[in-house]
């Protein structure tokens, strides 16, 4: 009875969402017995039956490392910090593919806690976080488990956490709200460990990778939103950057066709070419080098990428002189460079952006969402928005049948002259194919595929018509391209000319251009650096450094100032390598990896204060 009454009391303090939920009042857990426990696991050798179960999980681990290579010439600051101290784990014996001297755990399924104990004894585990959405299941662990124990007998203070969702979609979210309270560094190794099975818990296995990718994706860092601010206020002297109400409906009635450089296109390419004259024909990217070798200009062009490479490495193809009439659509991160080269623009704002925070200090302004990872998801976004809810995907593949074979075979990605051709593609993730049991993809891919989904799921009245023989995306009506021509080509190149010429005039929502943007954020930004280098100064251990890191990352997520988009992405990089070495090094010697990296952390923050001094013009 103590027993349950103390574990009633953890669960009070670290999972407060028991007392949000009604099927988890405090009051709905009660004593059990042994008959309990042997009519959960049909048996009255539970405990034995659990070790054995841990025994055999052991023999082939299901287990996710998290590492990042060498980048010897970055110019962006996390990435010198991963060079410079993956190449100190090195000589301290770091092996990534080693099993771990530490980890984060994840069971799914409580039981009565009996598979935790013995799992315990094998890998130091810093943090359990236990999958139980059954409250009478959870009352057996409460009545079995010590979790006070559990928490306490591990030097770091063990972190336990619970998650008690019914549905996959809960559960990403709930777990994402672990790692911004407890920190991302948890992400570095997980162990995945399934004690019985259910509906929810095979989907959260069998996907095991692909949510941890996507939780470890998309994080930004500090020089990327610089460059944003840097190119927002370039930009704003070249365009106007709005929320761009939705065209004329005589437009919008029409079905563009958002042309991917997947290799599917080459299929369809003939289709291209026979009716380019009458499709409004929309380029993403890479792909516009492709329709262009293949005698197709685009109506649209649409981009997104932020570094000065996106210009440079196609700024042949940029300036061909059919695209005099061809409009640029694209966000307010964009290399100015880039936008001189179309004489019509349409920029939008890019959500959870620095430079869009700033352009909210000028105007309240709509971001624009799920328009990234992929170019193809920009257009996807931004076409709705404009009001083209329907739409057709094409060469939008999101992955490939053959890996080799991973772009259209006119692009640039074979062009031995380019330096696309350099770029390789792996066979990271198998996933369920649009018009194939399944195809390959990689983890920039499926979260392209998931954006579309996402964008689909708060666009009911979006229809995307996926005609790319790559991943499915749910939600998309799956069709192929020459079976939905003949409801698209209901007009002719004059007809067509004159939609271009509306999308040239058309009203947008009166915005007063500025030419200037101001950084009220940055005396902000500069106490947070510094209050971290000050805490970083303090630490004693590898343990301390990512709890100052952790907690600067918790303390910036819930606020929607610059610091959270300048540092959070960077943060997460650092605390994710760190945590990253010091589960593979030798326990003897994480004190001297300690020594060496201490300074080589303060001296990054150190870098990004100073790349704070931005001057009037804002040149960063």
């Known amino acids: 009875m103590d027993l349950l009454k103390n574990n009633i009391a953890e669960l009070k303090s670290c999972f407060k969402i028991l007392n949000k939920q009604p099927n988890f009042q405090m009051n709905s857990f009660t004593s059990t017995s042994k008959r309990d426990i042997f009519d959960f696991y049909g048996s009255a050798k539970a405990q034995q039956a659990c070790a054995h179960q841990v025994k055999l999980f052991?023999?082939?681990?299901?287990?996710?490392?998290?590492?990042?290579?060498?980048?010897?010439?970055?110019?962006?600051?996390?990435?010198q910090f991963i060079t410079k101290t993956n190449a100190i784990a090195r000589n301290l014996d770091w092996n990534p593919k080693a099993k771990p001297t530490r980890a984060t755990l994840v069971v799914l399924g409580a039981g009565a806690g009996f598979q935790i104990t013995e799992l315990v004894k094998e890998i130091d585990y810093h943090s359990i976080i236990i999958i139980e959405p059954d409250i009478n299941v959870l009352n057996l662990l409460a009545n079995n488990l010590d979790l006070k124990g559990l928490r306490e007998e591990h030097e770091e203070q063990r972190g336990v956490y619970f998650i008690t969702s019914n549905s996959?979609?809960?559960?990403?979210?709930?777990?994402?709200?672990?790692l911004h309270t407890h920190g991302f560094s948890l992400l570095?190794?997980?162990?995945?460990?399934?004690?019985?099975?259910t509906e929810l818990f095979d989907e959260i296995y069998d996907s095991f990778k692909i949510w941890r990718n996507e939780m470890a994706s998309m994080w930004g860092f500090f020089e990327d939103e610089l460059i944003s601010i840097r190119h927002t206020a370039e930009n704003l002297k070249i365009t106007d950057i709005g929320n761009h109400l939705p065209l004329d409906h005589t437009i919008t009635k029409n079905t563009p066709v958002i042309v991917g450089n997947g290799p599917s296109l080459d299929?369809?390419?003939?289709?291209?070419?026979?009716?380019?004259?009458?499709?409004l024909i929309v380029s993403c990217g890479t792909s516009l080098t492709t329709l262009l070798n293949n005698n197709i200009v685009p109506d649209i062009h649409v981009e997104m990428e932020r570094t000065l490479s996106n210009y440079t490495i196609k700024a042949n193809t940029l300036h061909d002189p059919r695209l005099s009439n061809t409009i640029l659509v694209g966000l307010n991160t964009l290399a100015p460079q880039l936008?001189?080269?179309?004489?019509?623009?349409?920029?939008?704002?890019?959500?959870?952006?620095?430079?869009?925070?700033?352009?909210?200090?000028?105007?309240?302004?709509?971001?624009?969402?799920?328009?990234?990872?992929?170019?193809?998801?920009?257009?996807?976004?931004?076409?709705?928005?404009?009001?083209?809810?329907?739409?057709?995907?094409?060469?939008?593949?999101?992955?490939?049948?053959d890996h080799q074979n991973h772009h259209s075979a006119s692009s640039d990605y074979f062009n031995p002259q380019s330096q696309l051709s350099a770029v390789k593609f792996s066979t990271e993730l198998k996933v369920e194919g649009n018009f194939t049991a399944h195809v390959y993809s990689?983890?920039?891919?499926?979260?392209?595929?998931?954006?579309?989904?996402?964008?689909?799921?708060?666009?009911?009245?979006?229809?995307?018509?996926?005609?790319?023989?790559?991943?499915?995306?749910?939600?998309?009506?799956?069709?192929?391209?020459?079976?939905?021509?003949?409801?698209?080509?209901?007009?002719?190149?004059?007809?067509?000319?004159?939609?271009?010429?509306?999308?040239?005039l058309y009203k947008r929502d009166k915005r007063t251009k500025q030419k200037h943007l101001g950084l009220k954020d940055r005396k902000n930004t500069k106490k947070i650096i510094?209050?971290?280098?000050?805490?970083?100064?303090?630490?004693?251990?590898?343990?301390?450094?990512?709890?100052?890191?952790?907690?600067?990352?918790k303390e910036i997520h819930y606020n929607s100032c610059i610091s959270k988009y300048l540092l959070a992405g960077s943060m997460k990089y650092i605390s994710t390598t760190i945590s990253g070495h010091i589960n593979h090094i030798p326990k003897n010697k994480s004190s001297i990896y300690f020594e060496n990296i201490k300074a080589i952390t303060r001296s990054v923050f150190n870098h990004y204060l100073s790349s704070l001094d931005i001057k009037e013009n804002y040149e960063v």
Do not use: W
């Open 339 to 401: 936008l001189k080269c179309f004489n019509h623009h349409i920029l939008f704002a890019k959500a959870h952006d620095a430079g869009t925070v700033l352009l909210n200090d000028i105007s309240a302004i709509t971001p624009l969402f799920h328009c990234n990872p992929t170019v193809t998801n920009m257009a996807a976004s931004a076409l709705c928005r404009l009001g083209f809810k329907e739409q057709i995907l094409l060469g939008c593949d999101y992955g490939y049948v």
């Open 168 to 178: 996959y979609s809960d559960f990403k979210s709930d777990f994402k709200n672990i």
């Open 442 to 504: 990689n983890r920039i891919f499926n979260e392209a595929k998931r954006s579309v989904e996402n964008l689909l799921t708060t666009q009911k009245e979006l229809t995307i018509y996926n005609c790319s023989n790559g991943a499915k995306i749910i939600g998309a009506v799956t069709t192929h391209f020459e079976d939905k021509l003949p409801n698209i080509l209901d007009f002719n190149h004059t007809q067509k000319q004159k939609i271009i010429d509306k999308i040239f």
């Open 530 to 553: 510094e209050e971290t280098i000050l805490k970083l100064e303090s630490c004693e251990s590898n343990h301390e450094i990512l709890k100052a890191l952790n907690s600067k990352e």
């Open 267 to 279: 299929d369809d390419m003939h289709l291209l070419k026979q009716y380019s004259n009458d499709l």
């Open 58 to 79: 052991f023999k082939q681990p299901t287990h996710l490392s998290l590492h990042y290579s060498d980048v010897p010439d970055s110019p962006f600051l996390h990435q």
């Open 188 to 197: 570095s190794d997980i162990s995945l460990f399934r004690h019985y099975n």
